[in-house]
């Protein structure tokens, strides 16, 4: 009896440990792919339940949340300028800059009609950086490029960035960003009451 | 001026793209350039070399910045003047039209419009094949030209794509790019230039569409058979404004509805586009430097 229950406790530990070690593997090159896979049936999900409007928006910025590393895209957005800003005005970006991404992905994506996005290769690149390439495909002419850039800085793969047809996301936000500020004194407040305005709206 | 912007080149040089040195000015650019358009008329030859020259020399650092380079705009003023300009026609009158087109017209229809007008531009498509140093895909896009306009009705129908000829679109602007000397980034295209109607553009890519014109046959011919500017030049470009304006409405509509400054947006998004064609066909050749630039953004970032 005793040596039952030792085999059933070594089993269990042995499964045990199998466990955390596979949960200590370095994340296989499947995980980015899968993310943005369920990201996208996740997307097509909340399309088709519900109407546009301000749920779907919070719905589609949930998504956001947990799939993109928005405080990263951010930061990414603001470029030089993000060491000049105040603690304050960062976290007030951060805030008013992932509304209207929200909102912007929100009316994107509710301009879907149908097509199906094919995830193909997935490139494993330096600093964590995975790069996946997929396929958006239209009722009529060629299928739109997408490249995906997702980055696992510990917390699990993030997307960081989405290129459509080689535009990234991201950088075209920075040059955007980047030129009102410019024209606006060089600070960023402008910048972040123009935000707060349009997510207010 | 050839020399200061060099040497303003050297010191900006960032630590981690290596390619910066080279990538200031382009002496080999404006040899291509020359050698592309000795055959071409005299006339047409010297005002092309001439803005080609002129985009060359003071081709200065668009990448001074590291990771994300900022569009080099030195005339940056007119541009947002001529696009102010240009959005005003579009508002008023472009834009109305292409929607008018985009929602009237049957889709069959807006197919074969579009259809015919590719058709039209095969030919170009395939001389900068040639020059890309691409003859069997020149040799398609050729086939499919033969094809569309005999079996497809003068472009009507696309009887090519269904034979299974895909179709590529490419263009002389695209074809500078490519054979720029290697340290030249695809995304330097030169000065960065607002084309009233035309859009954005720049350097290497007005040059690009001078030159596509001049070489184009469908342009050469109606002239040398006195076909009056009415009955083709105009219907023609007409069409290609308002079937490319139905096209790039839902992109452009979104960029300018989620940018703070529209015209930088506009200006980033447009070269980063270009970039990635001219890269795209670069590629082939030049994998590692392209794994390479792509761990360096990593690295800055």
Not at chain 1, 67 to 86: E, H, I, R, T, V
Not at chain 1, 92 to 100: D, G, N, P, Q, V
């Amino acid at each position: 009896m005793l040596l039952l229950a030792c085999r059933r406790v070594v089993l269990s530990l042995a499964v045990g440990a199998a466990a955390a070690a596979l949960s200590v593997l370095p994340a296989s090159a499947a995980d980015p792919a899968q993310l943005i896979q369920s990201t996208a049936t996740e997307v097509i999900e909340i399309i088709k339940k519900t109407t546009p409007g301000p749920a779907r928006q919070a719905d589609i910025q949930r998504v956001l949340q947990t799939n993109f590393d928005l405080p990263y895209m951010g930061q990414q957005a603001l470029g030089a300028n993000w060491n000049k800003a105040s603690e304050a005005e960062r976290t007030r970006f951060l805030k008013a800059a992932e509304t209207a991404e929200a909102r912007a992905y929100s009316e994107r994506f509710g301009q879907y009609g149908g097509q199906t996005l094919t995830v193909g290769k997935v490139t494993p690149r330096a600093n964590g950086l995975f790069i996946i390439d997929s396929q958006l495909s239209q009722t009529s002419g060629q299928p739109i490029k997408l490249q995906w850039e997702v980055r696992d800085a510990g917390r699990g793969p993030r997307i960081t960035d989405v290129k459509v047809e080689g535009v990234s996301m991201v950088m075209t936000r920075r040059s955007d960003f980047n030129s009102y500020i410019q024209s606006h004194g060089g600070s960023v407040e402008p910048l972040i009451a123009e935000l707060e305005s349009r997510a207010a709206r | 001026m050839h020399f200061k912007v060099q040497a303003a080149c050297a010191t900006l040089l960032p630590r981690f793209w290596p390619g910066i040195p080279r990538a200031c000015g382009g002496p080999g650019l404006a040899l291509i350039i020359e050698s592309v358009s000795k055959s071409m008329t005299a006339g047409v030859r010297r005002s092309v070399v001439a803005a080609a020259m002129a985009a060359t020399l003071v081709g200065g650092c668009a990448s001074g910045d590291t990771g994300a380079a900022e569009v080099w705009d030195p005339i940056e003023t007119p541009n947002r003047f001529v696009f102010a300009i240009n959005r005003t026609v579009d508002m008023i009158a472009v834009r109305p039209l292409a929607v008018m087109y985009r929602d009237g017209v049957p889709e069959p229809a807006q197919k074969s419009v579009r259809n015919l007008l590719d058709n039209l531009g095969e030919p170009v498509t395939a001389i900068n094949e040639v020059f890309q140093g691409d003859p069997s895909r020149a040799a398609t896009t050729m086939a499919r030209f033969l094809v569309n306009s005999t079996l497809g009705l003068a472009g009507l129908f696309d009887v090519a794509t269904m034979l299974g000829m895909k179709r590529t679109k490419t263009d002389a602007g695209q074809t500078i790019g490519i054979w720029a000397a290697k340290g030249v980034e695809p995304e330097n295209g030169g000065f960065y230039l607002m084309l009233p109607l035309a859009g954005p553009s720049n350097a290497r890519d007005a040059t690009g569409l001078m030159i596509d014109y001049a070489i184009d046959p469908f342009q050469i011919l109606p002239i040398a058979l006195n076909v009056d500017w009415f009955y083709y030049s105009a219907p023609r470009y007409a069409l290609t404004v308002v079937d490319y304006r139905s096209r790039t409405m839902f992109a452009l509509d979104d960029l300018e509805k989620n940018s703070v400054d529209y015209y930088a947006a506009l200006r980033s998004a447009y070269t980063q586009n270009r970039a990635e064609l001219i890269r795209a066909k670069r590629e082939k050749t030049d994998t590692k430097s392209e794994l390479e630039r792509r761990d360096n953004i990593a690295l800055v970032r």
